[in-house]
């Protein structure tokens, strides 16, 4: 049991930062730690030194939280949990504050005075791009086996049935036999591959704004390597939590014996998710190139200064701009337009979502 | 096809919006027939007012080089090909007289303000036919 969280929790925030790390490495070269840069300071030593103890930072943020988290001996699901919140919430804390190096220089040096700027948008439809179908097709076949497999055991299956294994494999929480207590975790398993298939279908359709501290194409490239990247990767995540799903299903059903074998099956779940998502940020990096690539030659406008539109870098709030969602400017994805009331709504019922859906998991873990 | 807009130009965003839907035209890289993006994207992508960039897409309505239909949205409504409206070379020839007089009060000699002339069509024309290859 000790070895099991040994190596879990450190694997886990190890894999967590190298996510994190590699997300930043796909900012576009005017942002560097979120910070509305010009292209004639981009390369200025107080940004390579803010972004280097940027880098100390969240490799010190990791092993505090690791050596914390070997320190917690509590077995339960919010405990495991805890290190990836607590190494978030650290490394926000050294973004924050390594940002504040390249703020102060461009606030003393006026880095935008004077500078000439432009936005650029879409104006005609961009050709709608179709998500992979492929893996939400293998993701529905993965299920369906798995579901085969449990109709089949269902009538040699005990009453009642494990629910719940602890971190050691053993079976800690029992429930009387019934559709849902052995097809539940299937169920909510559809449930996730069909809502991120939706999401894959809404990110290949949104029309993303462009903005454009480059030469349009290169603005153009950057949306649609975005687009194509976060497409690909929510298709191929529903894949991978259905094969999680699934296995960690079929180790408890099949090998109840085996102790081992739920936990390996939840661990190679968590490792399989980090690593579809570092393939795809290390993908979209490298289709992103010549995006990034300047020509000195031919020097364009930079992007228009919305620092201030940037709390912490991280949360946009714009009461003028009618966008209630806008690309992030830090990592991957979208966020929600805070200035506006329908972005305050949505963002409110998505944690009010996430809580739920948190309060569920700790519940139904421990009150069985 | 990309518009650019500068927040700090003299010039005011409806009019660039206006003036570089026009030039997209006159490149051939908005062809008659294409949709573009309503209001509200278009807004949306910019981050500025749905008003800002409804009072270009009206401007474009009123010349005819765009027409509106609930529809199909916003649709670009006349291109190179077609036979300018009858009302459109009155209107021209006096925003063209202001700009030669610019030129002229300005001390350009005749000869260069018709080579600046001929080069810009020419570079409407060579983009044209660029685009015109490019989408075939």
Redesign the interface.
């Known amino acids: 049991m000790i070895a099991f969280v040994l190596v879990f929790a450190p694997v886990f925030t190890a894999l967590f930062g190298v996510l994190f790390a590699t997300i930043i490495a796909l900012r576009p070269p005017g942002l560097p730690l979120s910070v509305r840069v010009p292209q004639a300071h981009a390369n200025d030593a107080v940004v390579a030194s803010a972004i280097r103890r940027f880098r100390w930072g969240l490799v010190l943020a990791w092993l505090v939280t690791a050596a914390l988290a070997l320190a917690v001996t509590d077995q339960t699901s919010l405990a495991t949990l805890l290190p990836v919140l607590l190494y978030a919430a650290f490394s926000i804390l050294v973004l924050v504050l390594c940002r504040r190096m390249i703020l102060r220089a461009k606030r003393e040096g006026d880095w935008f005075e004077g500078l000439p700027v432009q936005v650029s948008a879409q104006i005609t439809s961009p050709a709608y791009h179709h998500p992979p179908i492929v893996w939400p097709a293998l993701a529905v076949m993965v299920l369906a086996a798995a579901t085969a497999v449990n109709v089949a055991l269902y009538p040699s299956l005990p009453d009642p049935v494990p629910t719940h294994f602890n971190a050691a494999g053993e079976a800690d929480g029992w429930a009387a036999k019934s559709v849902w207590s052995v097809f539940g975790v299937l169920m909510i398993g559809t449930a996730v591959v069909v809502l991120l298939a939706v999401l894959s279908i809404v990110a290949a359709r949104y029309a993303a704004r462009t903005q454009a501290d480059d030469n349009a194409e290169q603005a153009a490239l950057r949306t649609r390597v975005q687009r194509s990247m976060l497409t690909l990767l929510l298709s191929q995540l529903s894949f991978v939590i259905a094969l999680g799903i699934s296995a960690i299903e079929l180790a408890q059903r099949l090998l109840p014996g085996v102790k081992w074998a739920t936990a390996a099956s939840a661990i190679g779940l968590a490792i399989l998710v980090m690593v579809v998502i570092i393939a795809a940020v290390a993908r979209g990096r490298e289709q992103l190139r010549p995006a990034n690539v300047r020509d000195p030659r031919n020097p364009r406008p930079d992007a228009v200064d919305d620092d201030e539109h940037w709390k912490g870098g991280l949360f946009y709030v714009n009461s003028d701009d009618p966008a209630l969602v806008v690309p992030r400017r830090f990592g991957l994805g979208w966020t929600l337009n805070l200035g506006r009331p329908g972005g305050i709504v949505l963002t409110i019922l998505l944690l009010l979502l996430i809580a739920g859906v948190v309060t569920v998991v700790i519940l139904t873990a421990h009150l069985r | 096809?990309?518009?650019?807009?500068?927040?700090?130009s003299e010039s005011p965003l409806y009019q660039q919006l206006r003036d570089?839907?026009v030039r997209?035209i006159a490149e051939g890289s908005?062809k008659p027939g294409?949709?573009?993006?309503s209001v509200?994207?278009?807004?949306?992508?910019?981050?500025?007012?749905?008003a800002t960039v409804g009072k270009g897409y009206e401007l474009l309505r009123q010349e005819g080089l765009v027409r509106t239909s609930r529809r199909s949205g916003s649709v670009v409504a006349r291109g190179p090909a077609d036979e300018p409206t009858p009302g459109f070379s009155a209107g021209w020839t006096g925003r063209l007289r202001t700009l030669l007089a610019e030129a002229v009060a300005h001390g350009m000699p005749d000869q260069s303000i018709r080579d600046t002339t001929d080069s810009l069509l020419a570079d409407f024309a060579a983009s044209r036919t660029d685009s015109g290859r490019s989408a075939s």
């Open positions: 096809m990309l518009i650019d807009i500068d927040p700090d570089q839907v997209a908005l294409e949709a573009l993006a509200r994207q278009l807004a949306g992508q910019f981050g500025i007012n749905s």
